[in-house]
């Protein structure tokens, strides 16, 4: 059987999976969290509590910003602390709520977690949910995209007038090396997986639904498999295991072979991506009214790997006792951020906590020797030396025509590069300039 | 032999013919320009410093040229001098600048700021800075990758390896102000360069509350509004948990310099203080 992918580009790094297989633990709520007001995509969320206020396990704390925003609720019962600057993993300040337990508020939430899997609406009830009210669900369960991009869930749900959807795309392609974390997800939880795909073709109004795996994970392929069998309109497709299979674009092309166009709105092929994931966090939302609270996430550092279902909020130090490791890395080792230290909170969009010494260290850069090898690597067919070259030399009208601004920063340039050129570390400057001046000038248009 | 003539020739006439269709060329297309483009261009530095706001020195000569008034037209590289030269040449008065010169508010050195991480990727501190806070927990301080030292055209910026923050040296300075654009964090302002080079400024960009701040860089300013209350020109303003000195304003007493708690006020070029000479000082200023 052929296997879909999408056509021109992708690399093959080391998979690496070694967590793959480990069952998910549920680790204990933590004390203590602390929440920033900006775990999405879009305007920071507003904070509706202040110091002193005693908050409940899943109340909001936070609400949303603006249209493209989600809001924010607490993992634990507590006292609200205070609403103090807080470091993101880079080191910027940025708002956080910090929210503490007490005696009485942990047994309250034992007793919360031991009745958690407990359906909160009928099938009925469900069932009788129209679109709106499944997406009304979604928005106010602060659910956004946990591939990593964080982008929330409810506004691709509602396509801007004049396009319409036609299928619902589950990416479940998880084509970062080291994690392992969805595959574990749909191993385990493959009957509310499909529960959750379901509700979101109804929320898109949509009857099409492809899960889309990558062939390396024939257990979660299999599992999803028969949990989708009994449903109509849901396909299971397995693809070729192939880097950056997870982007959106690389996705809906490999599925439906259609390609977004540049500038466009993936919704523009008619399809709208959602990640497994988040699948799951809308049936738990819909299904059991439980807010988006926690993620589950893999830690690897290296010799072993482990899935850990984490609440949001959890300082990261805590899931790693012992000494600062040589280099931490949140996401997977191709598009995942280095952080400088574990004294962060984890958020929404936090996929895995990599602590291999094996990526800690750039090989020493050389010259470019134009073999174009990123340019063949490229899986939105840009020439990645080029538009790098021009974004060091801030040739930014040049690097506008060369399409700069339709980088995906998968970073498969830099990872492919024989030089170990840091391309994308120029082109993502660039591509930051330039996006910025194409909203000025269109802005400037409108007005 | 004959056809070494031939080509002789032919290559001569050829030679010829385009010699006289480049002279006529050359004479129908005459773009007529004014002297004095040239004149005030000899005047300029020449460094297509960019400090003017045009895109060269040829540039800005035109603009000189043709301008109604020389008001907002100065080249900070040459000063006043050369800009009341330029007035005469093309007839017009030119306004009396002050030099400028080019100061780095921060001093967060290597010893006052723990070091988080180490960078190993494209040594710039445009990427540097698009990361987070680079290899110090200061979200507004020095990256230190020198992207200011690359864009000086007239070599006035270095970095000092020991400190791992730029330096500007004074007798190159003109002020052009190629560093203050090239920064990515804003810490380089252009101020006053003062009589004989006396300055007082902030050395800090830290916008973070006190407590914070002082984690952060022990030579921080804390926005403790110490050296506002001191300040008896009302020269300094807090904004942002960050003091900041008004050059217009600022009369060069230093008392400011004395309260500061954290050492962030810096005076520079002022002559080795005695106790009792701070009068002194300030009827000189």
Known sequence: MKLHTFKIGGVHPAENKIAAGKPIENLPL??????????????????????????????????????????????????VVKIDTARTPQGMPVQAIYIKSDEADRAADAEAMTNREKPARTEEEIAAL????????????????????????????????GSKAEIVIINAAECEPCLSCDDMLMRENPREIVKGVELLMRAAGVNRSVIAIENNKPEAIAALSEAASSVAGIEVMPMKVKYPQGGEKQLIEAVIGKEVPSGGLPIATGAIVQNVATAYAVYRAVVLDEPLMDRVLTLHDGETGRNLRVALGT?????????????????????????????????????????????????????????????????????????????????????????????????????????????LDFIRIGKGKVMAAMRARAAAAKA | ???????????GLIGIIGAAVLYVVAKRFHVQEDPRIDQVEALLPGANCGGCGRSGCRDFASACVCADTLDGLTCPASGSAVMKQIGEIVGLAA??????????????????????????????????????????????????????????PYGAMKMNLETGLPEVIEDKCVGCGACVKACPRSIIEL?????????????????????????????????????????T???????????????EKCKLCRKCVDVCPTHAIHAVNFPVKKAPAKEKVEETA
């Open chain 1, 30 to 79: 933590p004390e203590e969290v602390v929440l920033p007001v900006s775990q999405h995509i879009g305007a920071p969320a507003t904070p509706v509590v202040k110091k002193g206020d005693k908050v409940k396990r899943g109340d909001r704390v936070a609400d949303a910003g603006g249209f493209v925003s989600a809001p924010i609720h607490t993992p634990i019962s507590g006292t």
């Open chain 1, 130 to 161: 129209d679109g709106k009210a499944i997406i009304d669900i979604i928005k106010n369960a602060g659910i956004v995209g946990l591939g990593g991009a964080t982008f929330p869930a409810h506004v691709k749900l509602s396509p801007p007038p």
């Open chain 1, 315 to 423: 300082i990261l130090a805590t899931l790693v006792p012992g000494k600062e490791p040589e280099k931490i890395i949140l996401g997977g080792p191709m598009m995942g951020r280095t952080a400088s230290t574990l004294q962060t909170p984890m958020i929404k969009g936090t996929s895995g906590i990599l602590l291999d010494s094996r990526y800690a260290h750039r090989r020493p850069m050389e010259n470019c020797i134009r073999c174009g090898k990123c340019t063949e690597a490229c899986p939105m067919g840009l020439e990645p030396f080029l538009i790098s070259t021009l974004s060091r030399l801030q040739d930014w009208d040049e690097a506008e025509q060369q399409k700069i601004a339709n980088c995906i920063e998968c970073g498969s340039c830099s990872y492919i590069c024989p030089a170990s050129r840091p391309i």
């Open chain 2, 1 to 11: 032999m004959n056809i070494i003539v031939t080509s002789i020739i032919v290559l």
């Open chain 2, 95 to 152: 306004a009396e600048t002050k030099p400028k010169i080019a100061v780095i508010k921060c001093n967060g050195t290597c010893d006052l700021r723990p070091r988080l991480a180490r960078f190993e990727g494209a040594p710039t501190c445009a990427v540097l800075s698009s990361l987070g806070t680079g290899e110090s927990p200061c979200p507004n301080g020095c990256l230190g990758c020198g992207d200011c030292v690359s864009a000086c």
């Open chain 2, 191 to 231: 101020r006053y360069k003062g009589p004989r080079g006396m300055r007082v400024y902030v050395a800090c960009s830290n916008k973070e509350k006190g407590a914070a701040a002082m984690k952060t860089c022990k030579a921080a300013c804390i926005g403790c509004s110490k050296c506002a209350k001191e300040c």
């Open chain 2, 233 to 247: 020109h009302e020269a300094i303003t807090i904004a942002n948990n960050l003091s900041y000195i008004d050059y």
